[in-house]
């Protein structure tokens, strides 16, 4: 009987008939999802009776196999969005609809040098392998060992062998960060504010910078200090939601799954050295950086008692 090839996996995809040693994804009637490993002569047993894997090995993807009460599974492989959200876990991970946003909006592409921290689940690290593709490169840090080496863990198992495109480096990114030139960076981390100096100092003139953060003191503390440094373009802050739709005939309304809040996400692109960002002709909305507001302060914000006079921009 055929065996997994490692070599043929540098995407994750496999396609053709089932093998053994792949995981394989049974949808049961209900659109509940089960997973099993395949092995010779193995059994997956459901309170309708046990599948064998005999069944499903050298059957095409897309088939349908019966449990010995007679009830049909779904055998699909299970797909990245599917791995990243099922997997072994440390750290919570970036979720699909999120990472489809990071990689557009952050123009992920096919050679792409990325740096990327924290590695967590190594959930965004897959996703960044498979668009900077065998001629890019993925520069991973993680602070905690044990989150690392679930992250290769995670990584091996998808891409059935240790990725050639990926360098994973444990440590704090501030200390840890490599000499090498990055044209993207990633940072999904609690106190991404800490780690903009050390990533302007390699990321190219052009390169994109893409902070995830879950609430909304770390997106304020993110964009200010991307302001104070002045390297970088106005920061775009977005949030992006997902909802799913049940369609029958008649009836179409919103479906019950709709994900709620994830993390907001934050752009700004790198300046050329030794250029700043331009003073801003937009006045700030009045109180915004008042006696209260006591984060990084742009120089365009004017003095402290800014509520109270509402000054003009000042050039940099
Ligand atoms: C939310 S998790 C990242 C999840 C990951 N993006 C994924 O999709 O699986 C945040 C990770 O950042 C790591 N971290 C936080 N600050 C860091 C830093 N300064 N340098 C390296 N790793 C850091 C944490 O240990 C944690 O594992």
């Known amino acids: 009987m055929a065996e997994v090839d490692p070599s043929e996996t540098l995407s994750g995809v496999r396609t053709g008939p089932f093998v053994v040693g792949e995981r394989v994804s049974l949808t049961d009637p209900k659109g509940r999802r089960h997973s099993l490993l395949l092995s010779p002569g193995g059994a997956f047993h459901t309170t309708k009776g046990r599948i064998s894997h005999d069944d499903l090995i050298g059957a095409a993807e897309g088939s349908v196999v019966y449990s010995a009460g007679g009830v049909a599974y779904l055998a699909f492989r299970q797909l990245l969005e599917e791995f990243t959200v099922t997997m072994p876990r440390g750290a919570a991970v970036v979720y699909p609809k999120d990472a489809a946003h990071i990689l557009v909006q952050t123009d992920i592409f096919p050679g792409a040098r990325v740096l990327e921290a924290g590695a967590g689940s190594g959930a965004l690290t897959m996703f960044l392998l ?137 752009f700004a692109r790198r300046l050329a050295p030794g250029v700043t960002t331009p003073a801003r002709r937009r006045r700030p909305a009045p109180g915004a950086y008042g006696s209260d507001y006591t984060g990084p302060r742009p120089t365009w914000a004017g003095p402290v008692d800014a509520d109270v006079v509402d000054p003009e921009p000042v050039s940099p």
């Open 130 to 266: 498979r668009a900077v593709g065998p001629t890019g490169r993925v520069y991973s840090y993680e602070r905690r060992a044990d989150f690392a080496a679930i992250a290769a863990r995670n990584v091996e198992t998808f891409f059935g062998a240790p990725h050639p495109s990926w360098t994973l480096r444990v440590g704090d990114l501030v200390d840890a960060i490599g000499p090498e030139p990055i044209d993207r960076a990633v940072l999904d981390m609690l106190a991404p504010w800490e780690c903009v100096d050390a990533v302007a100092g390699v990321l190219q003139p052009g390169g994109l910078l893409c902070c995830y953060v879950a609430t909304t003191t770390q997106l304020g503390r993110t964009v200010e200090t991307l302001r104070v440094h002045g390297g970088f373009t106005e920061p775009d802050a977005r949030e992006y939601s997902a909802r799913d739709w049940h369609a029958q005939g008649l009836a179409i309304r919103p479906g019950h799954s709709t994900s709620g809040h994830t993390g907001f996400l934050i």
